[in-house]
């Protein structure tokens, strides 16, 4: 096992992410393999900790794992590295729960690992030792084998602090790291200004480093020890056929779980990345995931790709499978509100998206399914979080939804998931965990509707559909089908018409159609030809729908009888 420790703090801004940043950094010029991991559901950190390390980020939360789950995530990204960091969040002893048991020092005691404590030195000399000396008797079950003391002003704050932890603790100091202007990242509403929307990143990384080399001792560090698990690593990998499924990553965004992407290829998923800001079409694919991130702060890039936003619309429209998370959700409403300029969307979602000053929602939620979720095996109750400083509006009155919230805000207090076509999107940040398999349900999602052909238009009857349309005036219009149930079976009707806001918009052999959703269980799996029913009788549009309880399977040469006649 390699050498590993947890980078903690009394609270938070401290600096810890800047410190793991270029320790990160500085273990990789020594060409040394650094596995990194962040407490809780944070996005932005990851983002910058695998920038600084060239190694993927992972989270670790209590919240939504169990802890057999994290000491295995754990377990299987680490055994190959040279040192393990785990960066913490907020300070060494807080959590949700006033008497513990989900806070980073007992993710410390889980893991069994040393820590090392980040302590903001400004305004403070002697009280320093009083500090850590409460630290350590507050819980004698941790080990802090160090202290990094950062935003020390000058020399002599420096000296004081060192004589105060020298002589009223027996915690060994490990660097002094001065107060600098070089070693501030821009904060946003979510936190840190993401590494991919900073300009120059890796020179800044770079000089983190070389501030961290000089005055942090990396050799004390890298030799600390970690005591090994017995607990068997796992494969889960369980490969399947391929399907792809086009993920958005760029400026606008970023937000996405490491080990759920880990969790898409082990199931034989072909990820195919793309950038809202530069490309026109979405990527060939089966299945479209778009994260969260900050769209606000690229709205005049994302409205200027008219393309895109139509390309995105239609397929979603013609049912491709698409699951979308907070910045996502605001991509696919009609447009979005910032600093009082409004740009136009995607707008599959029929609503507008307000950016606000303050959050709306902001912390763990708990969901529980509604009827109209379209995945499959959902768990019963879905622990995750948001993170949102934005709200919708004018929401349509017919918007059907996944979650009821339990805990939180996600859209409207009481609901979250907006569920259209084949569409999932949600403020909610999922994590695929045992809890809450949601990479394993979307996948099966987008394997049914693959398999799937809502109805079969066959290529006489596509001939015909063209010819009808050649000779009437149908430009916009769409074929819609339709099925009124009466006591004798199904009457269908068929024709052109425009298509609305609840439909199913699909293809088959080049014939865009459409209906309504609540006819899908009626309409799944109906073949419609263009034949005769007799060698005496006309042609006619034919409807072979096992749906009708007055089908029966064609004998082979031979139409359907005349109840499926239009």
Not at 131 to 151: C, E, R, T
Not at 273 to 283: A, I, R, V
Not at 477 to 484: E, G, K, N, P, T
Request: proline share 4%; aromatic share 10%; charged share 20%.
């Amino acid at each position: 096992m390699p050498s590993s420790f947890y980078l903690s703090a009394a609270h938070k801004s401290s600096g810890k992410t800047i410190i793991s940043l270029g320790l990160c950094a500085a273990f990789k010029q020594q060409s040394l393999k650094v596995q990194t991991f962040k407490k809780g559901p944070d996005y932005i950190d990851p983002i910058w900790l695998t920038q600084a390390s060239g190694v993927p980020c992972y989270n670790l939360d209590f919240y939504n794992m169990t802890d057999d789950e994290i000491i295995q995530l754990y377990n299987n990204q680490s055994v190959n590295s040279d040192l393990t960091i785990i960066e913490g969040n907020k300070g060494l002893f807080d959590g949700m729960s006033v008497t513990g048991g989900d806070a980073n020092a007992d993710l410390v005691k889980l893991l069994n690992i040393p820590v090392v404590l980040v302590i903001d030195s400004t305004g403070i000399t002697r009280g320093v030792a009083p500090l850590l000396s409460g630290y350590q008797a507050f819980d004698k079950n941790l080990d802090i084998v160090g202290v990094i003391l950062n935003k020390v002003a000058s020399e002599r704050h420096e000296s004081k602090l060192i004589q105060a932890i020298e002589y009223y603790t027996d915690i060994p100091l490990l660097g002094c790291v001065r107060r600098s202007k070089s070693l501030v990242i821009d904060e946003r509403h979510l936190g840190l200004i993401p590494v991919n929307e900073t300009l120059q990143l890796q020179t800044f990384i770079n000089k983190v480093a070389s501030i961290i080399i000089d005055q942090v001792d990396l050799n004390v560090l890298m030799n600390l020890n970690c005591i090994k698990f017995n607990k068997q690593i796992i494969n889960t990998n369980t490969i399947k056929k391929k399907i792809t499924v086009a993920i958005a990553k760029d400026r606008a965004f970023s937000f996405y779980y490491q080990d759920d992407l880990d969790k898409f290829e082990s199931l034989g998923v072909n990820i195919k990345y793309f950038d809202t800001l530069k490309n026109h079409n979405l990527p060939v694919c089966d299945g479209l995931f778009i994260g969260g991130g900050f769209p606000e702060m690229q709205l005049k890039a994302l409205n200027a790709n008219q393309l895109l936003l139509e390309n995105i619309k239609t397929k979603i429209e013609q049912g491709l499978p698409t699951y979308v998370e907070c910045g996502g959700l605001m991509y696919l409403t009609n447009s979005i509100t910032y600093n009082k300029q409004t740009h136009p969307m995607v707008g599959v979602i029929d609503a507008n998206t307000y950016m606000t000053p303050k959050p709306v929602g902001r912390g763990y939620v708990e969901l529980t399914p509604t009827d109209e979720h379209c995945w499959s095996n959902v768990s019963k109750r879905i622990y995750a979080h948001e993170f949102h400083y934005s709200k919708l509006k004018n929401i349509n009155v017919n918007t059907r939804y996944a979650f009821k919230v339990l805990r939180g805000v996600g859209i409207d207090n009481k609901f979250d998931g907006i569920i259209k076509h084949n569409l999932l999107a949600s403020y909610t940040h999922l994590r695929n965990v045992t809890g809450n398999a949601w990479v394993v349900q979307f996948v099966n999602f987008i394997r049914k509707i693959k398999k799937k052909i809502m109805i079969i238009i066959t290529k006489k009857a596509a001939n015909e559909i063209i010819l009808s349309a050649y000779n009437l005036e149908t430009q916009g219009l769409l074929i819609r089908f339709a099925v009124d149930k009466t006591d004798e079976g199904f009457q269908y009707l068929m024709g052109f018409d425009a298509r609305n806001d609840n439909d199913i918009h699909l293809k088959s052999n080049d014939i865009e159609y459409i209906f309504v959703y609540e006819q899908k269980t009626l309409l799944e799996g109906m073949v419609v030809d263009f034949d005769k029913i007799d060698k005496d009788s006309d042609y006619h549009f034919i409807f072979m729908n096992p749906n009708d309880p007055n089908y029966e399977p064609p004998k082979e040469g031979h139409a359907p009888d005349k109840s499926n006649k239009k």
